[in-house]
T-cell receptor, first 113, second 110 residues
Framework: KAGVTQTPRYLIKTRGQQVTLSCSPI?????VSWYQQTPGQGLQFLFEYFSETQRNKGNFPGRFSGRQFSNSRSEMNVSTLELGDSALYLC????????????FGSGTQLSVL | EDKVVQSPLSLVVHEGDTVTLNCSYEVTNFRSLLWYKQEKKAPTFLFMLTSSGIEKKSGRLSSILDKKELFSILNITATQTGDSAVYLC??????????FGTGTRLLVSP
């Protein structure tokens, strides 16, 4: 079956713009979580959605937001982009229960100029 | 604050060598520890450990968890160039909110 699909693969934006990233989970998975990966900080948790509800949120400013649709697809939005937002944004999906491995997509590489 | 520390940060070995990667953690609520391999972009799952002392094995890779001392190790025997990657350790304190270490970059030279 198809894996986690993220679009677009690459994005170049300028400071002050906003961006929307998309994630389609593995069929049947109802949980989608988002992570930011930078060389200095590693992977950091942004938020997790389950059945269209945000269940958990990391320590990121309010410029980072997300949502999940009834088909479990998720979008992440970053407004008023800053240079420091340049990163690989990874999405992961699972069935949403405890002690469960996450399946990751290939990410969206965002460059902010 | 939950924290995961991996060592070494990077490692260069020759094909055929055996390597041991380390992961220590401090979390308020422990559910499981996971190892992932990241070659290009998408981290791929290797192991999930929930109980101390039980070694997980998959081919040349194995991992064990010590919940008393709060660490895990990942062993790779008879390394191959295809093992070159970043190895990520993560702890799950609940609700799919994984706390990752910064990873160990392994380079296996032919």
């Amino acid at each position: 079956k198809a894996g986690v699909t993220q679009t677009p693969r690459y994005l170049i934006k300028t400071r002050g713009q906003q961006v929307t990233l998309s994630c389609s989970p593995i069929s049947g998975h109802r949980s989608v979580s988002w992570y930011q990966q930078t060389p200095g900080q590693g992977l950091q948790f942004l938020f997790e959605y389950f059945s269209e509800t945000q269940r958990n949120k990391g320590n990121f400013p309010g410029r980072f937001s997300g949502r999940q649709f009834s088909n479990s697809r998720s979008e992440m939005n970053v407004s008023t982009l800053e240079l420091g937002d340049s990163a690989l944004y990874l999405c992961a999906s699972s069935f949403g229960s405890a002690n469960e491995k996450l399946f990751f997509g290939s990410g969206t590489q965002l460059s902010v100029l | 604050e939950d924290k995961v520390v991996q060592s070494p940060l990077s490692l260069v070995v020759h094909e055929g060598d055996t390597v041991t990667l380390n992961c220590s953690y401090e979390v308020t609520n422990f559910r499981s520890l996971l190892w992932y391999k990241q070659e290009k972009k998408a981290p791929t799952f290797l192991f999930m450990l929930t109980s101390s002392g039980i070694e997980k094995k998959s081919g040349r890779l194995s991992s064990i968890l010590d919940k008393k001392e709060l660490f895990s190790i990942l062993n790779i025997t008879a390394t191959q160039t295809g093992d070159s990657a970043v190895y990520l350790c993560a702890v799950d304190p609940g609700f799919q909110k994984l706390v990752f270490g910064t990873g160990t970059r392994l380079l296996v030279s032919p």
